[in-house]
């Protein structure tokens, strides 16, 4: 009998393959997809999302973050005198309702994109209070001006990579230490030998002196200020409290991890006037006076831990290698530059201590540090890190918690309040730059913005961090090629006869 049944009472026809040759083609095409690994059947799903092309542009607009942080809300600019809507924007119609922000990271071993922008950042706070911008008086280009470099003190030999030809050590030749090991090793060690910065006795050497020192170095570094603004009060024949009345000394200071996970200090210090970079330092505050003054400083200052029956009570200071240069605005014999400087600080930013071996994240147990991918010197320095932050005499230090960057607990970067300008107001500056493109300008008395922002996740799928990762590559290739082409334009041109 004939159905009656009309063509929406029957509802959609069936969606299989209706010949032998299609269905054995949708079998074939299923069990390549099956052979494929996860990460492409996910690259697969995100290429044929509808709103693919706005994610990309989105991942293109955070430089190829490694770990972005996604928001959800809206923003609203509004005329300040009449209340006219200048622009809005709402992430409904975004992909998945959200948007996707740099993570700002500083630490290149976890997302290179935002640890160049932080450099970047950087870069423009120094030299800004070496040549003057960015809200600093360009007069700082007169003041004087010096680059410094710290270092902790010895807690064991190590060894240490050589570039002359010479032995990692050899003197004392024959001798023994208590422990049966040999002071000498006759080996030249190239700079990327993982032998360097290991203690030729780990029996000898002293850990808990490491990480208490560690522990220590922002109050030693606050010591060494108070101790170099007393000293140039001495020098001048002033009273210490109103040294203020002539001078200010301002610093930038960036901490950094050497081969042996010892941190030392490179700080850029600058004397000025009372008011600060506006004005000129006296005429008796002269760059020598300055680099005597920072010398006796580091001999001089000094802190001590407090008592405690495992590690008795320790004196915490300097070591005595230190280093001092001027800085100049042009290349002089046996100065630095301010570009050079500013680059040079950089640099060290987006370092951590995973750069020196360590690890970059924290541990929370301490079968996490006996399974960590270090050398037996890192570890042997966590460790010593987890024990002695069990002992109520040196809770206040916090080791447990900073165990895994060897007991120091500082910020990378540390500046005085009027040496230039801050992170803060770098990104203020940025954001309000690219948030006026596309932007209709009010016409008098400025605007209003309303804005309503939610966390709503972070981070990629495989696929993404994939797609990410080839931006990333992208930005920084077209970004090479341009300084390149810099390069050749500013070289001088050679003629054919020249050739």
């Given at each position: 009998?004939?159905?009656?049944?009309?063509?929406?009472?029957?509802?959609?026809?069936?969606?299989?393959?209706?010949?032998?040759?299609?269905?054995?083609?949708?079998?074939?095409?299923?069990?390549?997809?099956?052979?494929?690994?996860?990460?492409?059947?996910?690259?697969?799903?995100?290429?044929?999302?509808?709103?693919?092309?706005?994610?990309?542009?989105?991942?293109?607009?955070?430089?190829?973050?490694?770990?972005?942080?996604?928001?959800?809300?809206?923003?609203?600019?509004?005329?300040?005198?009449d209340g006219t809507v200048l622009h809005h924007y709402d992430t409904a119609s975004e992909p998945g309702g959200r948007l996707a922000v740099r993570c700002r990271n500083r630490r290149r071993s976890r997302c290179e994109p935002c640890s160049r922008e932080h450099a970047g950042d950087t870069y423009h706070l120094v030299r800004s209070g070496l040549h003057g911008g960015k809200g600093v008086s360009e007069r700082v280009q007169l003041h004087p001006?010096?680059?410094?470099?710290?270092?902790?003190?010895?807690?064991?030999?190590?060894?240490?990579?050589?570039?002359?030809?010479?032995?990692?050590?050899?003197?004392?030749?024959?001798?023994?230490?208590?422990?049966?090991?040999?002071?000498?090793?006759?080996?030249?060690?190239?700079?990327?030998?993982?032998?360097?910065?290991?203690?030729?006795?780990?029996?000898?050497?002293?850990?808990?002196?490491?990480?208490?020192?560690?522990?220590?170095a922002g109050r030693l570094w606050t010591r060494f200020c108070h101790t170099a603004r007393r000293r140039l009060a001495t020098r001048a024949g002033i009273a210490q409290t109103r040294l203020g009345g002539h001078l200010t000394?301002?610093?930038?200071?960036?901490?950094?991890?050497?081969?042996?996970?010892?941190?030392?200090?490179?700080?850029?210090?600058?004397?000025?006037?009372?008011?600060?970079?506006?004005?000129?330092?006296?005429?008796?505050?002269?760059?020598?006076?300055?680099?005597?003054?920072?010398?006796?400083?580091?001999?001089?200052?000094?802190?001590?831990?407090?008592?405690?029956?495992?590690?008795?009570?320790?004196?915490?200071?300097?070591?005595?290698?230190?280093?001092?240069?001027?800085?100049?605005?042009?290349?002089?014999?046996?100065?630095?530059?301010?570009?050079?400087?500013?680059?040079?600080?950089?640099?060290?930013?987006?370092?951590?201590?995973?750069?020196?071996?360590?690890?970059?994240?924290?541990?929370?147990?301490?079968?996490?540090?006996?399974?960590?991918?270090?050398?037996?010197?890192?570890?042997?320095?966590?460790?010593?890190?987890?024990?002695?932050?069990?002992?109520?005499?040196?809770?206040?230090?916090?080791?447990?918690?900073?165990?895994?960057?060897?007991?120091?607990?500082?910020?990378?970067?540390?500046?005085?309040?009027?040496?230039?300008?801050?992170?803060?107001?770098?990104?203020?500056?940025?954001?309000?730059?690219?948030?006026?493109?596309?932007?209709?300008?009010?016409?008098?008395?400025?605007?209003?913005?309303?804005?309503?922002?939610?966390?709503?996740?972070?981070?990629?799928?495989?696929?993404?961090?994939?797609?990410?990762?080839?931006?990333?590559?992208?930005?920084?290739?077209?970004?090479?090629?341009?300084?390149?082409?810099?390069?050749?334009?500013?070289?001088?041109?050679?003629?054919?006869?020249?050739?």
């Amino acid at each position: 009998m004939t159905s009656t049944l009309t063509p929406h009472e029957r509802g959609p026809p069936l969606m299989y393959p209706a010949t032998d040759q299609a269905r054995r083609s949708a079998l074939n095409e299923a069990e390549r997809l099956r052979r494929l690994s996860s990460t492409d059947r996910d690259l697969i799903r995100l290429v044929h999302e509808p709103q693919f092309p706005r994610w990309l542009a989105q991942i293109k607009a955070t430089g190829g973050c490694a770990h972005p942080i996604y928001l959800s809300g809206q923003t609203t600019i509004r005329d300040a005198a009449d209340g006219t809507v200048l622009h809005h924007y709402d992430t409904a119609s975004e992909p998945g309702g959200r948007l996707a922000v740099r993570c700002r990271n500083r630490r290149r071993s976890r997302c290179e994109p935002c640890s160049r922008e932080h450099a970047g950042d950087t870069y423009h706070l120094v030299r800004s209070g070496l040549h003057g911008g960015k809200g600093v008086s360009e007069r700082v280009q007169l003041h004087p001006r010096l680059l410094l470099t710290l270092t902790a003190p010895s807690f064991g030999p190590v060894h240490k990579a050589t570039t002359d030809g010479r032995l990692c050590r050899s003197a004392n030749a024959g001798s023994n230490c208590d422990h049966g090991r040999s002071h000498t090793c006759h080996r030249r060690h190239e700079e990327g030998d993982p032998a360097v910065g290991q203690p030729l006795c780990p029996d000898c050497y002293d850990y808990p002196g490491h990480v208490l020192w560690h522990a220590h170095a922002g109050r030693l570094w606050t010591r060494f200020c108070h101790t170099a603004r007393r000293r140039l009060a001495t020098r001048a024949g002033i009273a210490q409290t109103r040294l203020g009345g002539h001078l200010t000394l301002s610093f930038a200071k960036v901490a950094e991890y050497q081969r042996r996970a010892a941190v030392h200090f490179h700080a850029v210090v600058r004397l000025d006037g009372p008011d600060g970079p506006s004005t000129p330092p006296p005429a008796w505050a002269t760059p020598e006076l300055l680099a005597e003054v920072l010398e006796d400083a580091a001999a001089a200052a000094h802190v001590r831990t407090a008592y405690s029956p495992a590690t008795g009570e320790r004196l915490i200071a300097f070591g005595p290698q230190m280093d001092v240069h001027a800085i100049s605005g042009t290349a002089l014999s046996g100065a630095v530059t301010d570009d050079a400087v500013a680059a040079y600080v950089a640099k060290y930013v987006s370092k951590s201590i995973g750069d020196a071996g360590g690890l970059d994240r924290r541990v929370t147990d301490r079968d996490s540090i006996e399974l960590a991918p270090v050398s037996a010197h890192i570890r042997a320095l966590m460790g010593t890190c987890w024990r002695l932050g069990a002992l109520p005499e040196l809770t206040c230090l916090n080791l447990r918690a900073w165990a895994h960057a060897l007991g120091f607990r500082g910020h990378v970067l540390t500046k005085s309040r009027r040496y230039s300008t801050t992170y803060g107001e770098l990104r203020t500056a940025r954001a309000e730059y690219r948030g006026s493109l596309g932007v209709v300008k009010a016409k008098e008395g400025g605007t209003l913005r309303e804005s309503f922002w939610r966390f709503v996740g972070s981070g990629h799928t495989a696929a993404e961090a994939e797609i990410a990762s080839g931006v990333a590559r992208h930005i920084e290739c077209a970004r090479q090629l341009e300084q390149q082409d810099r390069e050749l334009q500013r070289s001088p041109r050679v003629s054919g006869e020249d050739q």
